[in-house]
């Protein structure tokens, strides 16, 4: 065989080699995410709108703006918890009115800002609980915050990109050879949508709040593995936790902007900054004046006329590390204190939220970072941290 013929039968068998992977391939890859639920906004919008319990937990994208939008304009709530991740934990068992968590859609202010007004041409909701991330308040993490952001939109799509993923989920181990064959074996449940929700049952619930069950429960160790990742960037001065030389008054004007918004309409806004775990706060303290971003908010924004909760020290709530999912990320047990605690300082938050409650599960769960909860997982709380903290059980 000479070496015109030999390449010429390599390309055949290569061509043909492609043709069977778009045949197969790519229409299994098709299937198997269908299956999953991982791009169904509209299935687990359905659902979760319907009144019946569902995760969603996408692997494909983590633009929740899109899903968190389109459940609120199905749900129609009376209030709302708006902010970052870091608001997300505000579950819905404690409010005595129609309730939706919309965090996770605001990671600076011109993405709050674009989040209100999208929220605003849906419905304007009764009340907001409007959780404020100190870094949003910096040059470094937002150079221009009255940048005009619109809402992202279509990242739950059946592209080539998404397709290929799950090849490469496979190959990176992300998912076992089982759960690759998962819709053959019908091995996908049906309440669960996206390959995080379920492989660990992490991902939003209906009221829209987030489950960090495979932490919380041993099935994986934390990324923040004993808050080592958020004390290295304190530690560096990197990402959001740079130092500023000052706090900035754009910034400051921004939010305050964003919040006459909501108040020209009639909402009634409750705001508060959300704690950091003792072990991050206490090393931020020790220079104190590298971030004014921080301990100077709460006066900058009451001097604007804004009154604002300041929750960073979580000693002030009764809270410990072994209630926090990372170092910044405090568990269910923390904003609940913090909503009992808002309760009792906003009169105006009472005709939303069920007091008897708040106050029965920080009795019985103190110490938890996740409550009990069949619908996610039947799986204990373990001590995550290896903080040597003791966890409550049923």
């Known amino acids: ?15 043909l080699l492609a043709l069977a992977g778009g045949l197969v391939l790519l229409p299994y890859a098709r299937w198997w995410i269908a299956e999953s639920g991982d791009v169904d906004v509209d299935g687990v919008v359905a659902r979760q709108a319907s009144g019946a319990f569902a995760l969603f937990g996408s692997g494909i994208s983590q633009d929740f703006v899109d899903y968190k939008l389109r459940l609120y304009a199905a749900v129609k709530p009376d209030i709302i918890a708006l902010g970052s991740s870091r608001v997300m934990q505000f579950r819905g068992r404690y409010f005595t009115k129609p309730y939706l968590n919309i965090g996770g859609t ?3 202010l011109a993405v709050l800002r674009s989040t209100v007004d999208a929220l605003l041409k849906v419905r ?22 009255f940048k005009e952001e619109p809402p992202t939109s279509g990242s739950y799509v059946y592209s080539f990109e998404t397709l290929k993923t799950l090849y490469a989920w496979l190959l990176t181990g992300k998912i076992s050879p089982r759960e690759f064959l998962a819709p053959l074996t019908r091995g996908f449940r049906a309440d669960r949508y996206g390959i995080m929700a379920q492989r660990f049952n992490d991902g939003f ?16 160790k934390p990324f923040d593995f004993q808050f080592a990742d958020t004390l290295r960037q304190v530690r560096y001065g990197i990402k959001a936790f ?61 001097a604007r006329g804004i009154e604002v909760m300041d929750f960073t020290n ?78 409550k059980q049923q």
Not at 124 to 145: Q, S, Y
Not at 205 to 220: E, F, K, L, N, P
Not at 290 to 301: D, H, I, K, S, V
């Open 1 to 15: 065989m000479d070496n015109a013929t030999y390449i010429a039968r390599f390309f055949k068998v290569l061509c």
């Open 106 to 108: 605001a990671g600076n």
């Open 124 to 145: 304007k909701p009764e009340a907001v609980v409007l959780g404020l991330d100190f870094w949003w308040f910096t040059t470094a993490w937002e150079p221009d915050p």
């Open 205 to 220: 619930a209906s009221d829209g709040s987030w489950y960090y069950t495979a932490d919380i429960t041993g099935r994986q």
């Open 242 to 302: 740079a130092p500023a030389p000052e706090l900035s008054e754009a910034h400051l004007d921004a939010f305050a902007e964003i919040y006459c918004r909501l108040r020209s309409r009639g909402v009634r806004v409750f705001v508060f900054i959300p704690p950091l775990a003792s072990r991050v706060l206490d090393v931020m303290q020790a220079e104190e004046t590298r971030y004014p971003q921080l301990f100077g908010l709460r006066e900058a924004l009451e």
């Open 314 to 391: 979580p000693r002030r709530l009764g809270a410990t590390d072994c209630e926090f999912v990372d170092g910044f990320h405090g568990g269910d047990v923390v904003y609940v204190r913090i909503l009992r605690r808002m309760a009792d300082h906003y009169s105006g938050l009472l005709a939303y939220v069920d007091i008897q409650k708040l106050d029965r599960d920080v009795r019985d769960w103190s110490g938890r970072a996740m409550m009990p909860d069949s619908r996610v997982t039947t799986l204990p709380e373990v001590d995550f941290m290896h903080f040597q903290c003791v966890k």
